[in-house]
């Protein structure tokens, strides 16, 4: 069922694209379908089974500057998964896939999850200081067969902190008009990649 669900999204994504698909190597439609339901095999036979608390969660929460003021945004995501453990803690939850697996630098400095304690703190879904817990569900897509790599990682109150002063800064930068260029994979997609290209000139 999951299986067959996977399949006819992909299939529909494919048809319905307006750039053409480019396989790898050796790779075509029916080798992209049939290990995409190996990982949701993979994913389904190694998944912890914990009580689902909520799926796709979205949640909002203010933003202060370092003096403790609103600003006039919100930060605003959506958690993939939040799960309750055998002792009524919280799992805050990300889906992931990748070619390789997270090395230990990855898993504790990862701002996305950070992110996430900030989000549920707010919402007041776990206390205001408290430490988080947290796992990346990472479906690590090897050539054979993928693998299912579950890491745990927690987050505190002085990493939410240290947070909120990177965002202040961030977001003060933003409004005095500076522009750093910061090269990473999402440059393809940019649409601010010329002014990268074109800042040093």
């Known amino acids: 069922m999951l299986q067959d669900l996977v399949e006819d999204h ?8 307006e750039i053409p698909v480019a396989y790898k190597e050796g790779s075509d439609k029916e080798s992209l379908l049939a290990y995409s339901r190996r990982l949701v095999e993979t994913f ?7 009580e689902v608390v ?76 408290s430490e988080t817990l947290h796992r990346f569900d990472v479906l690590v897509k090897l050539k054979r067969e993928p693998r299912l790599d ?7 109150a002085v990493d939410r902190k240290r947070l909120a002063k990177m965002i202040s800064r961030v977001l003060k930068g933003i409004e005095a008009g500076v522009f750093i260029p910061n090269a990473s994979w ?4 940019c649409q601010h990649a010329e002014a990268c290209v074109n800042w040093s000139t």
């Open 150 to 156: 579950l890491y745990h990682t927690t987050r505190k």
């Open 54 to 129: 909520a799926v796709e969660q979205p949640f909002s929460a203010p933003l202060y500057d370092e003096g403790g003021n609103p600003f006039d945004m919100k930060l605003i995501g959506i958690v993939d998964c939040i799960q309750r453990d055998d002792k009524g803690n919280l799992i805050i939850i990300d889906h992931k896939t990748a070619s390789r697996a997270y090395s230990k630098d990855k898993i504790e400095q990862d701002l996305q999850m950070t992110v996430y304690s900030y989000l549920v703190c707010a919402n007041k879904m776990v206390p205001a200081k």
């Open 186 to 189: 999402m440059c393809t997609d």
């Open 10 to 17: 992909l299939i529909w994504d494919i048809g319905d694209s």
């Open 44 to 50: 389904y036979r190694n998944v912890e089974p914990l």
